[in-house]
């Protein structure tokens, strides 16, 4: 019969796992658990609703944002109903060009972003709209970036109608 390797430590049990797919944690309070390995994946079908002509947009290398129809505030990104009045939105198209607002470098991320890690991550503002736009900043080392520096935004050639068919670079 074949034992179950059984480990006090959690990260050995990690460990045992990755190799044979099964281990028992012998835990503090004195009970041990058996941990699998249970592979888990779901596909996710989502509308975007009012939001998918921005996803459009991107697959067209645009960028929409959108503007209050009673007090013309700009938002740089898509929002149906205006958060200073309560008023309907029209679309808008935001600049190709912005800059830096603030920035991050991420050295960890979730399990789809993690192969990419370290990334940067960038607050843009763009000239005359209200709001922020997040996304990547590409192609540049982390010592190089600056708040106030200019970006121009990139779409993916073949796109996958996620926010990151966008990304920024240094103009
Ligand atoms: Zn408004």
Known sequence: MKSV??????GRVMKEIKKSGVAIYA???????????????????????EDSKFFLGLAQGKLLGSI????????????????????KTDWMELPLV????????CYFGSEEFLKETPFNLAVVEFEGVNTLFL?????????????????????????????????FTAK
Do not use: Q
């Open 5 to 10: 390797k059984k480990f006090d430590k959690f």
């Open 68 to 87: 209050c129809r009673n007090c013309k505030y700009k938002y740089g990104t898509p929002r149906s109903h205006c958060m200073e009045c309560g008023s």
């Open 98 to 105: 912005g800059k830096v607002h603030s920035w991050t470098t």
């Open 135 to 167: 996304s990547r900043l590409a192609g540049v080392k982390e010592s190089d970036i600056f708040i106030g520096m200019k970006v121009k935004a990139n779409f993916r050639k073949h796109p996958k109608y996620l926010v990151s068919d966008v990304y």
């Open 27 to 49: 835990d503090p309070a004195g009970t041990e658990d058996l941990v699998v390995l249970s592979p888990y994946r779901i596909n996710y079908i989502h509308s975007y609703a």
